[in-house]
């Protein structure tokens, strides 16, 4: 039965009414469905949490210029986006103002002592590309500080992880009470010229500065927390007695120690280091064991190698190869440290083996382990990049490369340790960056050691390349294409057969309408 005109405009009107009762509910109760993976678009618990306790009002303002290409449009609508979650998660604490500066030299002006400046921006109009000078940043206020993001997408031009930038930055602006990390120096340790990296997010929540071992038994005082990362040289015995000290007191400690000696820049012979802490470590709990572990889910390292001959003359080039000494490590155990990683690179790692002594009360939790395929040489190693690797390399499965520690390390009082056996992991700086969950690793072993986790989700949050581990090699070259091809055709063939189906559809609702018309007509006639 065909619906009448009437029919048709009742429904309408219940249709718009429905749609005004929802936009005035949603009005009142402010939430959004966050369909994406990482949910980008849902502020973490802990962001709420901050977002709810506020000292005091924040204002963010946006200074986007009108004229951007239409990707960083996007952009810029994804951050505004993400700041009306915070406006609600803060009954309304955070307030924000998008402003266009176009021709307005005050308002320019304006950004740019916010240190928000303009950009040379790409940007395609009438068939080719110009460059434009644009506004794209921010700046947080809250009271008479100011913490500025001076763009909102990287150097590749990819967006910035929206969350940890404003959550970061409120949380330092909303802080005035900081704990102080102590990186011991006096080794041989990497110091903070070669953490440049790690100190950015480190500094959002502590203080850092260097520290020695000194005569004076107040020095570690105003420190909660001690790293020691790679140190060269060894311990002295009344240095080793004041670290236990430092722990009894309550003090938390970290420890990358490198405890085989191997190095890409000089070409020596690879043998084990000895600075003392190994022993002291077997006391706590664990070995760090002077091998070389090895995984053949590593790094690849450019070489010169022979490619061809011309003539007698052999002809050398580029070719990458497997380097099993730096892992690229995927295998993380699950706790608060590890939160959110996805690859983490360790350079000439040990593996880490844990003893029982039911004598202490202390947890010992692996961190990081290597894949199922590693292995382990014994020093001296010499530095040959093409060495064949072959599966009997491998004979051993997934190796500890790191653990948290947390109970009664020495005495009677509870402590934290955290012990990596890479003392070159984190370093990072401008000239030779490390990647982003190498610093993640070490900040949040540092978030965990001082308490303070708040951080810890949101710094992780971003999803990085996640390859799928059966398709990765060239033996799997041919199950790749049929699954690229597979990926292409699927959803072509979806919209395709869906068309077909309200085709169908369509001609028998044609043909039920027509045989209701004729079946009408014929009881007409006879009446």
């Not at 150097?155 to 330092?172: A, C, D, M, V």
């Not at 102590?182 to 080794?187: F, N, R, V």
Request: proline share 5%.
């Amino acid at each position: 039965m065909r619906l009448t005109q009437n029919t048709v405009l009742v429904r309408i009107l219940l249709f718009v009414a429905v749609l005004v009762m929802l936009n005035l509910l949603v009005n009142r109760n402010y939430f959004r469905l966050d369909f994406t993976a990482d949910k980008r678009y849902t502020l973490t618990k802990n962001t709420k949490e901050i977002a709810k306790n506020l000292s005091q009002p924040v204002t963010v303002t946006a200074y986007v210029s009108g004229n951007l290409p239409p990707q960083l449009k996007r952009v810029a609508n994804d951050f505004k986006d993400l700041l009306v979650e915070y406006q609600s998660a803060s009954n309304k604490n955070v307030v924000y103002e998008f402003i266009d500066p176009k021709d307005d030299d005050e308002i320019k002006q304006q950004a740019i002592q916010s240190q928000v400046f303009p950009q040379s921006i790409r940007s395609r109009e009438k068939d080719k590309f110009e460059e434009q000078e644009s506004f794209f940043g921010a700046v947080i206020k809250m009271g008479t500080r100011q913490a500025p993001i001076p763009a909102l997408v990287d150097q590749r031009g990819e967006p910035l992880n929206f969350e940890y930038i404003l959550t970061s930055n409120i949380l330092r602006l909303d802080t005035t009470q900081k704990n102080t990390i102590g990186i011991l120096t006096g080794h041989g340790e990497t110091g903070l010229s070669r953490l440049q990296q790690a100190l950015q997010p480190l500094l959002i929540q502590h203080n850092v500065d260097t520290v020695r071992f000194s005569s004076d038994p107040n020095a570690f005082n105003k420190y909660r927390t001690l790293v020691s990362l790679g140190a060269k040289t060894a311990f002295s015995q009344d240095e080793l007695d004041k670290l236990d000290a430092f722990l009894e007191s309550g003090g938390r400690l970290f420890i990358g120690l490198d405890a085989v000696d191997g190095t890409l820049s000089e070409r020596r012979a690879w043998d084990s280091g000895k600075t003392g802490l190994e022993e002291w470590l077997n006391d706590k709990g664990i070995m760090v064991e002077q091998t070389f572990l090895i995984d053949q889910q590593s790094i690849d390292i450019t070489i010169q190698t022979v490619i061809g001959y011309y003539g007698q003359q052999p002809l050398y080039g580029p070719a990458n190869v497997p380097f099993c000494f730096i892992p690229r490590v995927r295998n993380f155990y699950e706790h608060p440290i590890t939160e959110g990683l996805e690859e983490v690179y360790f350079q000439f790692p040990s593996p880490i083996s844990i003893l029982a002594n039911p004598e202490k009360e202390i947890n010992i939790s692996p961190l990081v382990g290597s894949s199922m395929r590693s292995g382990t040489l014994s020093p001296p190693q010499t530095f040959n990049p093409e060495r064949e690797w072959t599966q009997g390399d491998f004979p051993l499965g997934s190796q500890t490369i790191g653990v948290a520690m947390e109970g009664k390390l020495v005495g009677e009082t509870e402590s934290r340790m955290v012990v990596f056996s890479d003392g070159d992991f984190a370093q990072g700086d401008r000239q030779q960056p490390t990647i982003p969950d190498n610093v993640n690793l070490f900040v949040n072993s540092i978030d965990w050691l001082e308490d303070n986790t708040a951080l810890v989700e949101v710094r992780t949050k971003e999803i990085e390349s996640r390859p799928i581990e059966k398709f990765i090699g060239e033996e799997e070259a041919t199950s790749r294409n049929i699954f690229k091809w597979i990926n292409f055709l699927l959803p072509i063939l979806i919209v395709i057969g869906f068309g077909l189906f309200r085709r169908q559809r369509s001609r028998n609702q044609r043909k039920q309408w027509e045989v209701q018309d004729y079946t009408i007509n014929e009881s007409q006639k006879k009446s």
